[in-house]
Nanobody, 120 residues
Framework: QVQLVESGGGLVQTGESLRLSCVAS??????????MGWYRQAPGKQRELVAT???????NYRDSVKGRFSISRDNAKNMVYLQMNKLKPEDTAVYYC????????????WGQGTQVTVSS
């Protein structure tokens, strides 16, 4: 079982930046971290994809964060990061780190989440 622990959330004002980090540990097989990514869930809404990155560093972003957020990873440290710039109130959510052999939602491992709150 892969354990994921997020850090870096907090309360910021509109336009400010935050950097989220996530470290993976536990029973990590060669394919366990093929895909790493970030999802978020706002109150009363479904969890949604924010960004993903493959081991080869191919990335995918939801449209609303393109140009503002940047995902990266350090394969040697089993870590994934999310640099969030120009934050907006609509970015407020619990952000979850995820990993898996592929992007299949039902097979992802999940962290416990970190709260990001953007005040207007």
């Amino acid at each position: 079982q892969v354990q994921l622990v997020e850090s870096g959330g907090g309360l910021v004002q509109t336009g400010e930046s935050l950097r989220l980090s996530c470290v993976a540990s536990g029973s990590i097989f060669s394919t366990s971290l093929n895909v790493m990514g970030w999802y978020r869930q706002a109150p009363g809404k479904q969890r949604e994809l924010v960004a993903t990155i493959t081991r080869a560093r191919s990335t995918n972003y939801r449209d609303s964060v393109k140009g503002r957020f940047s995902i990266s990873r350090d394969n040697a440290k089993n870590m994934v990061y999310l640099q969030m710039n120009k934050l907006k109130p609509e970015d407020t959510a619990v952000y979850y780190c995820a990993s898996g052999r592929n992007s299949d939602y039902d097979s992802l491992n999940w962290g416990q989440g970190t709260q990001v709150t953007v005040s207007s």
